[in-house]
C-alpha cells in the first residue's frame, strides 16, 4: 500500500517539478534556444500541412494522367478541338509533379540536426528551411487547387 502511494506522489511531483525547473532558465543562451526549437516547430509544421497533401496531390495526378489517356483515344477531330483543355491538363499535371518533386527534394536536403552546437548558424539555418518548405507548400496548395480546376471544366 505503501509503494502505491509514493509512485502517484511522484506522478504529481515530477510534472510539477518539471514545470519550474523549466521556467527558471531564463539566459541569453536558452533564449536563443527556444527561438531555434519554434523555427524548428514551424518548419516541422510546413514539413507537415505538405506531407498531408501528398495522397491528394498523388490522386490528382493519376486523375489527370487517366484523362490525358482518354483523350489519346479519341478521333484527330476531336483532339484537336480538346487542344486546349490538353494544354490546361498538361500543365496542371506539371505543376502537381514539380510540386512534388520540391518536397522530396527539400526532404533530402533538409538537416535537422544542422548546427546544433552553433545557435546563431541554426537559427540563420532553420529561417531559411522555413522560407523553402512555406514555398514548397504554397507549391503544393496552388498545383492541388489547380488540378481541381481543371479537372472539373470536363
Known amino acids: 500500500m505503501q509503494k502505491i502511494i509514493k509512485v502517484k506522489l511522484l506522478r ?3 510534472p510539477l517539478f518539471l514545470i519550474i525547473s523549466c521556467n527558471n532558465s531564463t539566459s541569453n543562451h536558452q533564449t536563443a534556444k527556444t527561438q ?3 523555427l524548428m516547430d514551424e518548419v516541422m509544421e510546413g514539413h507537415n500541412v505538405g506531407m498531408a497533401k501528398m495522397s ?3 490522386e490528382e495526378k493519376n486523375a489527370i494522367q487517366q484523362v490525358l489517356d ?6 484527330t477531330n476531336t483532339q484537336k478541338s480538346s487542344a ?3 494544354m490546361q491538363l498538361d ?6 509533379t514539380f510540386a512534388d518533386h520540391a518536397m522530396e527534394k527539400w526532404m533530402n536536403e533538409f538537416n535537422m540536426d544542422s548546427s546544433l552546437n552553433n545557435t546563431e548558424q541554426r537559427i540563420k539555418y532553420l529561417e531559411s528551411e522555413k522560407i523553402k518548405i512555406s514555398n514548397v507548400k504554397d ?3 496552388s498545383s492541388l487547387q489547380k488540378a481541381d480546376s481543371v479537372l472539373k471544366n470536363r
Open 84 to 86: 486546349h483543355y490538353k
Open 36 to 38: 531555434a526549437d519554434s
Open 139 to 141: 507549391a503544393m496548395i
Open 56 to 58: 491528394k496531390l498523388n
Open 70 to 75: 482518354s483523350m489519346s483515344r479519341l478521333p
Open 91 to 96: 500543365s496542371a499535371f506539371n505543376r502537381l
Open 12 to 14: 504529481l511531483v515530477f
